[in-house]
């Protein structure tokens, strides 16, 4: 059991919400057009360029198995630290952030087969939300095709 309360950012996507440790977050932006990065990992949907720095954005929706579509000017981008990586993700709507009491914390997510990436679950009035750990979020290959794919495109420029 967690002894002291946790703040996470809360999420929507496919009409599901997720939490992520306001820790591991950085700043939220509006979506804007993507640069395409040829040789990036599946889970890569493209590059953004905020203030000056090129960002793998990556995809949510494919990672966690919801159906695909289009980038829309009201999606939110979350910037993010994944591990040792500043990403994007796209998410449908940041809702806010929230303070989860040590009461409303669940680690035994992280314990279940096929739940990966999730460092707990926060158990909200209004459901139940996983909190999802970006430090494991890219697979040492996706890591490493992202690295080769990321060095490609700045030959190219």
Sequence with gaps: MVSAP???????LAGQRYGL??????????????????Q?????EGLLNLHGQLLPVLDL??????????????????????????????????????VVAPEEWDETPRELPGVGYVTGAAKLEDGLVLVHDLRGFLSEAESLALDAALASSTERA
Excluded at 6 to 12: C, D, K
Excluded at 23 to 36: G, H, K, N
Excluded at 40 to 44: G, I, L, S, T, Y
């Design 61 to 98: 929706r494919r990672r966690f198995r919801h159906p695909a579509r289009p980038l829309s000017s009201f999606d939110h981008l979350i910037i993010a630290q994944a591990g040792p990586r500043q990403v994007a993700l796209r998410v449908d709507r940041a809702e806010g952030l929230r």
């Design 40 to 44: 990036a990992p599946d889970v890569v």
């Design 6 to 12: 946790r703040e996470v950012l809360l999420f929507t």
């Design 21 to 38: 440790p306001t820790e591991d977050v950085r700043e939220l932006v509006r979506a804007v057009r993507l640069t395409p990065l040829p």
